[in-house]
């Protein structure tokens, strides 16, 4: 089954710069484009950032464009979101997520706080 492991978040100042990790099996992930959502306290889901199969396409939120990269390495199933100068507003639970699958990780959490 599609499993998702998400690691890499923490707490940093604002300012400061995280690398988030997803680890993914269960399916052939050079098959799959990727994606990178949030869920913030009481605020719904929203998605981050998205990369093609490939890795050739990307796309972002506004709100992150120019300050997150998604990456991906399909040798070893692995998508990777760069966060740079973060924002308290960046605080969220950080999860990944394979297109046309429903599975979602458990996600982790980053908090951008001085």
């Known amino acids: 089954q599609v499993q998702l492991v998400e690691s890499g978040g923490g707490l940093v100042q604002p300012g400061g710069s995280l690398r988030l990790s997803c680890a993914a099996s269960g399916f052939t992930f050079k098959n799959r484009a990727m994606f990178w959502h949030r869920q913030a306290p009481g605020q719904e889901r929203e998605m981050v950032a998205s990369?093609?199969?490939?890795?050739?396409?990307?796309t972002y939120a506004d709100s992150v464009k120019g300050r997150f990269t998604i990456s991906r390495d399909n040798s070893k199933n692995m998508v990777y979101l760069q966060m740079n100068n973060l924002k308290s507003e960046d605080t969220a639970v950080y999860y990944c997520k394979a297109a046309l699958y429903m599975t979602w990780g458990q996600g982790t959490q980053v908090t951008v706080s001085s």
């Open positions: 990369i093609s199969n490939g890795g050739d396409m990307t």
